[in-house]
């Protein structure tokens, strides 16, 4: 079946430019998670949604980094007002929490901020 | 001091050759996980312990929660099993904390 898809696979943008990056869950998954990877930096958890609940919030940045789920499925991150240490790849997961505890992993999306 | 430590960050081994790679951390936890990343970025769940051992094919997962620590071995190790190998752990709540990777280079 299908993966967790990611899009755009890459963004170039300018400072000060506002972003969108888009997640696609696999079908049925209850939970999803962002994660960024700075380069030669390991990843960093950003947020959580799990079900309808209210989301973890507790790793994004600053408040220039927001993200919604709609209808418990598709999901976007946004950033605002980019910074060149924005610059990273920016990867989503999902779940069936309570099911399994594996994350399954989207290809990414690689962020280039100018 | 990170809250997970991974050894070595980098190994370079002889196809066949048996490797171990070690994760230590220092935080209570429910759950563990070894992430293998190929060139090209894609994340691919191997394992998740809470206790024991696992075998998948070549790959064996230990985790020994008293002294918090793990190890993934490669038995028989490839040039395909050449990735980034990545111990993540899950303290009491949802969220995963990384280490920063083992590169792995499997040499024909």
């Known amino acids: 079946g299908a993966g967790v898809s990611q899009s755009p696979s890459n963004k170039v943008t300018e400072k000060g430019k506002d972003v969108e990056l888009r997640c696609d869950p696999i079908s049925g998954h209850t939970a999803l998670y962002w994660y960024r990877q700075s380069l030669g930096q390991g990843l960093e958890f950003l947020i959580y949604?799990?079900?309808?609940?209210?989301?973890?919030k507790s790793g994004l940045p600053s408040d220039r980094f927001s993200a919604e789920r709609t209808g418990g499925s598709v999901s976007t991150l946004t950033i605002q007002r980019t910074q060149q240490e924005d610059s990273a790849v920016y990867l989503c997961a999902s779940n069936n929490r309570g099911i399994t505890d594996t994350q399954y992993f989207g290809p990414g999306t690689r962020l280039t901020v100018l | 001091k990170n809250e997970v430590e991974q050894s070595p960050q980098n190994l370079t081994a002889q196809e066949g050759e048996f490797i171990t790679i070690n994760c230590s951390y220092s935080?209570?936890?429910?759950?563990l996980h070894w992430l293998q990343q190929h060139p090209g970025g894609g994340i691919v769940s191997l394992f998740m312990l809470s206790s024991g051992k696992k075998k998948h094919g070549r790959l064996i997962a230990t985790i020994n929660i008293q002294e918090k620590h793990s190890s993934l071995h490669i038995t028989a190790s490839h040039p395909r099993d050449s990735a980034v190998y990545i111990c993540?752990?899950?303290?009491?709540?949802?969220?995963?904390?990384f280490g920063t990777g083992t590169r792995l280079q499997v040499f024909p």
């Open positions: 993540a752990v899950r303290p009491n709540t949802d969220k995963l904390i």
């Open positions: 949604f799990q079900g309808n609940s209210a989301p973890d």
């Open positions: 935080v209570g936890i429910s759950a």
